[in-house]
């Protein structure tokens, strides 16, 4: 009696021949390495979209808010798109915005952010800028990126070069105080496909994973961005609600060192 065996990849459990498929070698890097396939041309769609302002839109005018109050504490925003502003026409009504007030009302002091954020800043281009920045000057530094990176399927070794670069000098500056938050929610870009909405999703944990090594290493903390749907006040008084409690803990620790008892 003839035995048919173990099925193999070209025949069947009838021991017949079946045709196997050949994947062609593009599609196989696009699954495995979208960010090589697909970065580029996410790139230069991103870019587009940022600069139409149908689409997206940012606060005009000086990117600093202050409140009323003796001895203020200077806190500095660096980063991108959400950093920045996107979505709303003032930055009253930013992330600079509620994050003064939020730790203005905590604190009982003045409160004065400063915002160096570009709509399409990606990490690399942020590490090649710190260097005009006086980062001594703040009592708190507060990291915003991966929007850019996320969507734009920036590669996550260049991704851990650029962050790494950027944790570190701002850890080493005389700053007391640095947080990096985590990647806003790609549910923000509602008006691209599911396939590439899935994608984005997918790359910004990949660079959310990375980042939390990397604020780990250098004893920096990570505040996750809770998703939301739309970028606007709403978002960004629950994240500055968010941010401004860890830069308040913060503030009361320095306090508190200082204190004599």
């Given at each position: 009696m003839h035995h048919l065996g173990a099925p193999t990849a070209d025949r069947g459990v009838d021991g017949r021949a079946v045709k196997v498929p050949k994947v062609r070698p593009d599609l196989r890097l696009l699954f495995a390495r979208p960010d090589v396939v697909l970065?580029?041309?996410?790139?230069?769609?991103?870019?587009?979209?940022t600069q139409d302002e149908r689409e997206w839109f940012y606060p005009k005018g000086p990117p600093v808010i202050s409140t009323g109050g003796?001895?203020?504490?200077?806190i500095l925003v660096?980063?991108?798109?959400?950093?920045?502003?996107?979505?709303?026409s003032i930055h009253e009504l930013g992330i600079a915005g509620f994050l003064a007030r939020y730790v203005a009302t905590d604190e009982r002091r003045g409160v004065v952010v400063t915002v160096s954020a570009e709509p399409a800043a990606s990490a690399r281009s942020?590490?090649?800028?710190?260097?005009?920045?006086?980062?001594?000057?703040?009592?708190?530094?507060?990291?915003?990126?991966?929007?850019?990176d996320a969507f734009c399927l920036t590669s996550r070794r260049?991704?851990?070069?650029?962050?790494?670069?950027?944790v570190q000098a701002l850890a080493s500056s005389n700053a007391p105080s640095v947080f990096?938050?985590?990647?806003a929610?790609?549910?923000?870009?509602?008006?691209?496909?599911?396939f590439v909405r899935g994608l984005t999703g997918r790359h910004?944990?990949?660079?959310?994973f990375e980042t939390r090594r990397i604020c780990t290493r250098f004893g920096v903390p990570m505040i996750p961005l809770s998703a939301v749907n739309d970028l606007n006040s709403r978002t960004y008084a629950q994240w500055g609600r968010r941010i401004a409690s860890h830069v308040c803990r913060a503030l009361d620790g320095q306090g508190a060192a200082g204190r004599v008892p």
């Amino acid at each position: 009696m003839h035995h048919l065996g173990a099925p193999t990849a070209d025949r069947g459990v009838d021991g017949r021949a079946v045709k196997v498929p050949k994947v062609r070698p593009d599609l196989r890097l696009l699954f495995a390495r979208p960010d090589v396939v697909l970065g580029p041309i996410f790139w230069t769609l991103f870019r587009a979209r940022t600069q139409d302002e149908r689409e997206w839109f940012y606060p005009k005018g000086p990117p600093v808010i202050s409140t009323g109050g003796d001895d203020p504490v200077q806190i500095l925003v660096i980063g991108d798109g959400p950093a920045a502003g996107c979505g709303v026409s003032i930055h009253e009504l930013g992330i600079a915005g509620f994050l003064a007030r939020y730790v203005a009302t905590d604190e009982r002091r003045g409160v004065v952010v400063t915002v160096s954020a570009e709509p399409a800043a990606s990490a690399r281009s942020t590490l090649g800028g710190l260097q005009d920045i006086d980062l001594d000057r703040y009592d708190a530094i507060v990291l915003m990126l991966a929007t850019t990176d996320a969507f734009c399927l920036t590669s996550r070794r260049s991704w851990r070069r650029s962050m790494t670069g950027l944790v570190q000098a701002l850890a080493s500056s005389n700053a007391p105080s640095v947080f990096v938050t985590g990647a806003a929610s790609m549910q923000l870009t509602r008006s691209i496909s599911p396939f590439v909405r899935g994608l984005t999703g997918r790359h910004a944990r990949l660079l959310n994973f990375e980042t939390r090594r990397i604020c780990t290493r250098f004893g920096v903390p990570m505040i996750p961005l809770s998703a939301v749907n739309d970028l606007n006040s709403r978002t960004y008084a629950q994240w500055g609600r968010r941010i401004a409690s860890h830069v308040c803990r913060a503030l009361d620790g320095q306090g508190a060192a200082g204190r004599v008892p």
